[in-house]
């Protein structure tokens, strides 16, 4: 059984960091495409960043470009975000997903090309 857990969020002011952490169980995050995404309310679900399988190609959306980065740890079987100068539009659910079918050195930022996602993790930036 394949289980995601995120964890790291919590209130920061804004211009602080945090990082998340997706930690698997019955999947090896190195061998999937791993995305995070975030859903604020009355928001639709948005992909934030990607890591391939293979090589670790990743991807930004435009507005966290320069300001998060996405890696993984092969040995932890996690996957991590590291936010930095968090803004008042980053506040939101953070989740990760895995998807299930591999094409090497590609990932995607849609959520409907993942199979497998955790319950989130809250972010919260106020002054």
């Known amino acids: 059984q394949v289980q995601l857990v995120e964890s790291g969020g919590g209130l920061v002011q804004p211009g602080e960091s945090l990082t998340l952490a997706c930690r698997a169980s019955?999947?090896?995050?190195?061998?999937?495409?791993i995305g995070w995404f975030r859903q604020a309310p009355g928001k639709e679900r948005e992909g934030v960043s990607c890591?391939?399988?293979?090589?670790?190609?990743?991807l930004y959306t435009d507005s966290v470009k320069g300001r998060f980065a996405i890696s993984r740890d092969t040995a932890k079987n996690t996957v991590y975000l590291q936010m930095n100068n968090l803004i008042p539009e980053d506040p939101a659910v953070y989740f990760c997903a895995a998807d299930q079918l591999v094409i090497p050195n590609l990932c995607a930022m849609k959520a409907y090309e993942y199979d497998y996602w955790g319950r989130g993790t809250q972010v919260t930036v106020s002054s």
């Open positions: 890591i391939s399988s293979s090589l670790g190609s990743t």
């Open positions: 019955g999947i090896t995050l190195e061998n999937h495409p």
